[in-house]
């Protein structure tokens, strides 16, 4: 691709962008194109800008207008025009952001991340890191208190690996997402290992006698998951009752707060995350 053909093609997405998110009220929440050609690859390539004629003619038709105030289907995340502009900002500038001392991008995020945690009212020794969505938060979680767990024996499960803990890992959750079993899976923790917990009535929250009769029967350290918004009806635990339970039996809490987390910037909701800044580890999306 030639330098002089940037000012055109870039003109060309600015457009496809603006088409894009001015349609989103008419755009057809979920598209199914039949019959697609599965081609073989071309001897030479086809050039940027041929490539982006076959994208918009055989391509963008099949995608869902998510972002539009019509889309109740999968939780997926729809681009604003602002994340728009933040994710060609980072395509852009391709940066390291993981520590090197070339860039000032580890800085950029850090700072993120401390007005990010400043904005849902987490303590400042709170730290984290950007990751690419609920699953990986979840992940990311489990694997600290993996690491937790691992200190309760005296066993560095980082260096050792999961198989040096002395006895089996129990996670405890009333309603859990399934981004959960997975990271289980994903972190050696093993999806059987998840011990369901009554919930209320009618409800999703876990409950909370049920979550301690569990906890006085345990005997080794574990694991319990809490839920700030379930997905199915954005149910709240009592993340407070949790938090006393801290006080009497030995467990990491993670909270699953991808969905229900925002509540602390609202005065009027911010009582269903009553706890929250005190838990072990939280997953929210950002």
């Known amino acids: ?21 001015s349609g989103l009220s008419t755009l057809p929440v979920a598209a199914h194109v039949a019959g697609l050609r599965n081609d073989r690859h071309a001897v030479a390539g086809a050039g940027l800008s041929a490539t982006v004629d076959e994208f918009v003619d055989r391509w963008l038709p099949g995608f869902s207008g ?33 520590g090197t001392a070339d860039s000032i991008a580890p800085q950029l995020e850090a700072e993120a991340l401390s007005l990010f945690r400043d904005l849902i ?6 730290t984290g890191s950007f990751v690419t969505g609920a699953t990986m938060a979840n992940f990311v979680g489990l694997s600290i208190a993996r690491q937790w767990l691992g200190e309760q024996y005296g ?3 980082a260096q050792e690996g999961v198989q040096a803990l002395p006895a089996r890992v129990a996670i405890l959750s009333g309603a859990p997402h399934s981004s959960l079993f997975k990271a289980m899976a994903m972190a050696g923790l093993g999806r059987n290992n998840l011990q369901q917990i009554a919930t209320l009535p009618q409800r999703e929250a876990i409950d909370i006698d049920a979550l301690e009769e569990a906890l006085r029967l345990m005997a080794e350290p574990c694991v319990v998951v809490a839920n700030a918004g379930t997905v199915n009806s954005t149910d709240f635990d009592d993340l407070r009752a949790i938090i006393e339970l801290k006080h009497r039996y030995r467990f990491w809490l993670h909270v699953d707060a ?18 929250l800044n005190e838990a072990d580890s939280i997953a929210i999306d950002a």
Not at 70 to 91: E, H
Not at 121 to 126: A, F, K, N, R, S
């Open 155 to 157: 066993v560095d499960v």
């Open 121 to 126: 009212d987490l303590p400042g020794e709170y």
């Open 66 to 98: 998510s972002s539009g105030p019509r889309y109740f289907g999968f939780v997926t995340g729809g681009a604003t025009p602002a994340a728009l502009f933040g994710d060609w900002l980072t395509s852009l500038l391709d940066q390291n952001a993981m």
């Open 1 to 21: 691709m030639r330098t002089a053909d940037w000012p055109e093609l870039l003109s060309r997405f600015s457009q496809m962008a603006n088409e894009r998110f």
């Open 258 to 275: 991808a969905f229900g987390g925002y509540a602390a910037c609202s005065a009027r909701y911010r009582f269903l995350v009553d706890g």
